[in-house]
């Protein structure tokens, strides 16, 4: 779909059908915004002529009350919901755009508050929120502040995608997103928003980016007999299986989406028993004359053979009313009031700015300021938030020892912070993590950067209370290492070569030039001056003159990186083509690293060996493997084929010269590094090479949160 050119802060779309009366309810909420620079987009598929007339007279009349932009949208009637809310989409001109259902209703502080969340997280691409259910406005109460909660868009996937979604009706996004995910498939008529929201999720999953999860507070959505679910509910289950079908085949080859085949099988059987029970839920919803004809149908899809067993099961738990108990009490409206709020506003509380929140879940007790929820693994990444915790004055790092990856999660929280900024971590003592062994990583990683100010008991109430509960306070009193804060100035990418592959080197120098759009450098190390590459922009040959013997690898990956100008520098041997993908990655990545491996894939695509592992201490030969780009082991090393270093780590770790090829040089410079408080990151940036002869040696490591399965201490 095209969109225009957006200049306005927002545009609210209104897609409606008819029900003229619940419409005008719905338009007396907007004319009541805070916010007054906004657009409203009325969009129309009403069959009767008359009930067209009114919504134009209803824009009319709101357009003269505000003096706000507003449009009527019609094209012809009974395009269907997901036709008629893609025209709206398509005259929308607003940098956000949000949709609302023509049948609920906001709070009147409801739009200011959302477009206020973009503009203190510039990185937020969308924003969705829970409800208030309501029957009636005369019910309908917004006595409640939301809170927002930032969370990784991959994780929320995973979480929830295959058994629920955001309704339409409280979903804002960024049109930058909008152009890029198009609108909602006009093909279905029921799910076509969950198809939407999924869509959104998996465009940003990719990059690794946070979207905003707001609790109830900024609309309230009506449950009432005109419900689309009594006419459409064998469109839900069949558009749900078809989406189960859909992502079996296509989700296994979304990167880092899914740990392995059984946390993936998991989710997708999570959806399987949503749709039955939802099937159930809304059978039982309809008149016994509708289902009682149901029946035939009902028999077919429950006999289905994969699905069988999740069948029986609703259909035991239908019988026995269970699922009715269940309705209502979710349904339970607030009745205490017969004010309507849209004539007696509460006062929302004033949202501190200073506190920062970081947790694993999502129902975090005592959590009340922003919070950011978080995959605690290896692909954990808070660049592009660092402008909010850098405005934090607290930032919570709650159960950082949730699982073994709490090393990885405490630098990655640290290393962001400034001298003056305090951070306190809240968690249970366990068998990963205890008290006093948080208080030796904080000092091995980050050395006298951070002073502790408080715990919440002693030494010996902790030892005689057991696994007990902690509040342990640090103040950042000096900057965090220069490499996790030194600003990009560009790359510097080193070419390790004999000579003998230069077309596989003019290859590399031309996809260099084709896909980075940084400022670089192309430093060739070469035994001789070679004539195929002299002149050529951006490249200098640098000539090896040593003894070459041993192959002095160590050697000329430290020449390269001393005459390296840029803050990034990237070695590789003449082998390899670096994607467009590579250098984007960076944008939402980020340059918070020290010391890092890029993803290689061989030309079929197939993985080849990159983010590796050594089961041993090093002093022997070890076997390796390859780890779950997830997973992050005591093992992790940066293979040598490609290797990403930043110039200011790099100064303070460089390769050991008395190691030549072959001698573990890169396993020992990794180990070393990990011994002096760094992490060895993995990029997800890819990179294709034309060969890789260690691949086939080093099997892939399970992926398991409790235990290292990539380290083996070697026997005394």
């Known amino acids: 779909m095209t969109l225009p050119n957006r200049k306005l802060p927002l545009s609210l779309v209104v897609p409606t059908h008819g029900r003229v009366e619940l419409l005008e309810q719905t338009i007396d909420s907007i004319r009541q915004q805070t916010l007054s620079n906004f657009e409203l987009v009325i969009t129309d598929d009403s069959q009767e002529g008359k009930d067209r007339e009114i919504i134009a007279g209803f824009v009319r009349e709101y357009s003269q009350k505000t003096n706000r932009e507003v449009k009527y949208v019609f094209t ?24 609302l259902h023509s049948d609920d209703l906001l709070c009147k502080e409801g739009l200011q508050w959302e477009v206020e969340q973009f503009a203190q997280y510039p ?50 996004l960024r049109s930058d997103l909008l152009n890029r995910v198009g609108g909602m498939r006009e093909d279905w008529r029921f799910l076509c928003d969950w198809d939407f929201f999924a869509r959104s999720l998996l465009e940003l999953a990719t990059t690794n980016q946070y979207i905003g999860y707001a609790t109830a507070g900024t609309y309230g959505w009506r449950v009432h007999p005109d419900s689309t679910t009594g006419h459409y509910w064998r469109h839900h289950f069949l558009e749900h299986q078809e989406l189960m079908e859909t992502w079996t085949r296509e989700l296994p080859q979304v990167a880092d989406l899914f740990v392995d085949s059984i946390d993936f099988n998991h989710f997708i059987n999570k959806g399987h028993s949503y749709r039955y029970q939802r099937l159930w839920q809304d059978v039982e919803k309809l008149f016994t004359k509708d289902r009682i004809s149901a029946l035939p149908w009902l028999t077919q899809v429950t006999m289905q053979k994969p699905f069988r067993k999740i069948a029986r099961k609703w259909a035991r738990r239908f019988v026995k ?11 339970k409206v607030t009745t205490n009031s017969a004010e309507n709020e849209l004539a007696n506003p509460v006062e929302w509380e004033t949202k501190k700015q200073d506190n920062l929140v970081i947790t694993p879940m999502y129902e975090d007790t005592g959590v009340t300021a922003d919070t950011v929820i978080a995959q605690y693994d290896n692909t954990f990444n808070l660049w592009s938030l660092r402008d909010q915790l850098a405005n934090a004055q607290h930032i919570h790092l709650r159960h950082p020892n949730f699982n073994r990856f709490y090393q990885r999660t405490l630098v990655e929280v640290l290393k962001h ?36 100010v408080s715990q919440s008991q002693s030494p010996s109430e902790g030892t005689r209370r057991g696994f007990s509960f902690w509040d342990i306070t640090y103040r950042c009193d000096k900057p965090v290492p220069a490499h996790y804060r030194d600003p990009h100035s560009g790359f510097s990418l080193g070419i390790l070569t004999l000579g003998n592959r230069n077309e596989q080197v003019q290859q590399m120098i031309d996809s260099i030039h084709e896909n980075c759009q940084s400022k670089f450098e192309i430093l060739m190390m070469v035994p001789k001056t070679l004539d195929a590459f002299a002149g050529q922009a951006n490249v200098r040959q640098i000539e090896f003159t040593d003894e070459d013997a041993y192959g002095w690898i160590t050697r000329k990956k430290n020449i390269l990186c001393m005459q390296a100008k840029y803050s990034d520098i990237v070695i590789s041997h003449d082998r390899f083509k670096f994607t467009k993908q590579f250098f984007d990655r960076f944008d939402d ?5 020290g010391i890092a491996a890029a993803r290689i894939s061989l030309p079929d695509g197939s993985r080849a060996l990159d983010w590796g592992v050594v089961r041993g201490e090093n002093v022997t030969w070890c076997p390796g493997g390859l780890l779950n780009y997830r997973d992050y082991s005591a093992g992790s090393y940066v293979p040598g084929g490609i290797t990403m270093i930043r110039k200011r780590f790099w100064e303070n770790c460089q390769w050991d010269e008395s190691l030549y090829w072959n001698e573990h040089e890169d396993v020992e410079l990794c180990r070393r590094a990990q011994r002096e408080g760094a992490i060895i990151y993995q990029f997800p940036g890819k990179v294709v090479t034309a060969t890789d002869r260690w691949v086939d040696e080093n099997p892939i490591i399970p992926f398991n949160d409790r235990v290292d399965l990539g380290f083996i201490r070697d026997a005394a």
């Open 76 to 99: 012809k009637p009974c395009l269907g919901q997901s036709a008629n809310t893609n025209q709206g989409l398509q005259a929308a001109k607003g940098k956000l755009v949000r949709i």
């Open 123 to 172: 990185s937020m691409q969308l924003l969705f929120s829970d409800c208030i259910p309501f029957e009636s406005e005369t019910n309908l109460r917004f006595d409640r502040t939301p809170k927002l909660r930032l969370v990784s868009a991959a994780e929320h996937f995973r979480a929830c995608l295959s058994h629920q979604t955001a309704l339409p009706s409280g979903m804002v």
């Open 321 to 331: 009313s269970r699922i009715r108990n269940r309705l209502r009490r979710s349904s």
């Open 417 to 452: 912070l400034s001298p003056g900024k305090k951070l306190t971590l809240s968690f249970h003592d366990n068998d990963l993590m205890t008290w006093f062994g948080l208080k030796a990583l904080v000092r091995h990683h980050f050395a006298d950067c951070f002073t502790l």
């Open 589 to 593: 990545w980020g340059y918070a690293y």
